[in-house]
């Protein structure tokens, strides 16, 4: 059984920084593809970062938003078996529900959440002006 924990939100200031953290269970992080998506209220999910491969032949890689771009980074630890985000120079318009997400073995590059089967609960972050 896939089971995906996001931690690490909590309340900050606009320029401030967090770490949030994807703790995953039944499923190994580094061998397959993974994301970071947020919801704020009344707005549709949308994707903030990825780490991804498409193939056998090709290198797993990152993938960003344009938003969070140079901002944002998604990483991984193999032996926690767990994804992170951390974040920087945080916006009022960072203020969502963050959520990871995970996928195949294989993926094409995709921020969009139809590509992701499995979902963690969310973790809130809230940024403040």
């Known amino acids: 059984q896939v089971q995906l924990v996001e931690s690490g939100g909590d309340s900050v200031q606009a320029g401030g920084s967090l770490r949030l953290s994807c703790a995953a269970s039944?499923?190994?992080?580094?061998?397959?593809?993974m994301g970071w998506f947020r919801q704020a209220p009344g707005k549709e999910r949308e994707g903030v970062a990825t780490?991804?491969?498409?193939?056998?032949?090709?290198?797993?890689?990152?993938y960003y938003a344009d938003s969070v771009k140079g901002r944002f980074t998604i990483s991984e630890d193999k032996a926690k078996n767990t994804l992170y985000l951390q974040m920087n120079s945080l916006k009022p318009e960072d203020t969502a529900m963050y959520y990871c997400a995970a996928a195949g073995r294989f993926c094409p590059r995709s921020l969009q959440p139809g590509t992701y089967n499995y979902w963690g609960q969310g973790t809130q972050v809230t940024v403040s002006s």
């Open positions: 780490i991804w491969q498409f193939n056998v032949y090709t290198a797993r890689t990152t």
């Open positions: 039944g499923y190994a992080v580094s061998s397959n593809c």
